[in-house]
Structure formats: structure tokens, C-alpha cells
């Protein structure tokens, strides 16, 4: 499977013979970066903010998914399961769009989890609900979701096999995010070289968790 980055959190999910997934799609026009111009079976939507719920910038969809559930679509598998998008005890966290969901996407025994805007380490119930993750795509830029620290913390619970960050400071952004720096310096990195997608199959899973950095895309 191929995984591509268009900023912020969406991503392009490919895979020969099986549905094509779209996350989080943006309105570059609060996040910055190009519009969006993708086509897509399925898009998913984290939570209901203008950085996550473009779904009017995929053409071509036939499945739209904003929260928890289990579906299977096109050979894929999804797996929804939300979070409280943050501690959950102030009531500003209760309001609607402070929930995120999280996705887990299972093609062919690979699985792909797509974190949202998770603000908090997710709990232990939570997590197995996640099962076994081999592809993590974790915010690390803060703003509303994971810092660099916390981001570093899950990646050190779930252990998935590769990790790509997303939702974080680069010249295209408009929204007030921390650098990428921060994060890789958190996990004790030398600064990664970065490509412009990642083909994944399950032979070439390394056995420690490694960070792989994509450049992000023009749609």
C-alpha cells in the first residue's frame, strides 16, 4: 500500500484492488497548504473542525465516516474508536468538536491508525480497542492536539512499526503550530530524510519502531 501526505492531517491511503481512503481533509483556507483536489471511495473525518472536515474537497466518495464504528468497505477494514479529544473534565472538552476518533485501517493485515487530534495518551481500553498498529500517523505539533512529549509517549505504548508525523509547523501551514524539530528531537532522532510517499508491505515492517517524515503534496 502507498501512503501520501497533502498536510495538516490528511492523508492518501492507495492499495491495488481496495477501496482508496482520503482522512481528514482540510480548508486551506483556515490551515494554508493547496486545495485540495482528491478523489477518494472513503473519507474519514476525526472530529468537526474546518482543518478536518472538508469533504466537500474529495470527489468521488461513496462512504463518509465521522465517528466510531467498525466497517468494512472495498476490502478494507475501519475500525472507529473515539476519544474525548482531551482530559474530557472541563466542559469546553464536552462541546461538540472537542471529540476526536481515531482510525485504524486494515489492508490486507496491514493497519494504518490515523490519530486525529488526540490531545491526551489514550486509555488502556482505548488502546486495545486500537489492537496491534504497524503504520501510526501522529500529530506532533500541539495546537489542539499531541505535543512533541506526548506524542513521544504514545508512540512508546502503542510501538507501532513506522511512524509518520503530521500536524505540525511547515512554510505552507497558516495555523500556529511547533516545528517538526521538536518532535524529532523528542524521540532522540538526527533530522530524518524526508520522501514524497511511503510504500508499505508487510515484509519491509522494520522490527523497531522507525520515523519516516513525507514531504507533503500538491493534490
Not at 485501517?105 to 494504518?112: A, E, K, L, R, S
Not at 513506522?162 to 518532535?183: C, E, G, Q, R, W
Request: with cysteine.
Amino acid at each position: 500500500m502507498e501512503i501520501t501526505w497533502y498536510g495538516h492531517s490528511c492523508f492518501r491511503l492507495t492499495e491495488r484492488n481496495y477501496a482508496t481512503v482520503v482522512t481528514d481533509p482540510f480548508d486551506n483556507k483556515t490551515v494554508g497548504y493547496d486545495s485540495l483536489k482528491l478523489r477518494s471511495d472513503i473519507v474519514t473525518v476525526s472530529h468537526d473542525a474546518p482543518g478536518h472536515n472538508n469533504t466537500d474537497a474529495v470527489k468521488g466518495t461513496s462512504h463518509v465516516i465521522d465517528g466510531a464504528g467498525e466497517f468494512e468497505i472495498g476490502g478494507v477494514f475501519i475500525t472507529g474508536v473515539q476519544t474525548d479529544g482531551g482530559s474530557g473534565k472541563k466542559k469546553k472538552d464536552k462541546e461538540k468538536g472537542a471529540q476526536n476518533t481515531v482510525y485504524v485501517f486494515d489492508y490486507d493485515g496491514i493497519t494504518v491508525a490515523h490519530l486525529g487530534d488526540l490531545k491526551e495518551v489514550p486509555t488502556q481500553a482505548e488502546i486495545e480497542a486500537l489492537g496491534t498498529i504497524n503504520v501510526a500517523l501522529v500529530p506532533v505539533g500541539g495546537g489542539g492536539a499531541l505535543n512533541a512529549a506526548k506524542a513521544a509517549e504514545i508512540i512508546s505504548v502503542i510501538e507501532p512499526n513506522l511512524v509518520i508525523p503530521m500536524h505540525y509547523s511547515t512554510p505552507a501551514a497558516k495555523v500556529s503550530l511547533d516545528s517538526l524539530n521538536k518532535f524529532i528531537k523528542e524521540m532522540g532522532l538526527s533530522k530524518p530524510d524526508t520522501q514524497p510517499s511511503l510504500k508499505v508491505t508487510r515484509s519491509g515492517l522494520p522490527d523497531e519502531t522507525k520515523v519516516v517524515v513525507l514531504d507533503y503534496q500538491k493534490s
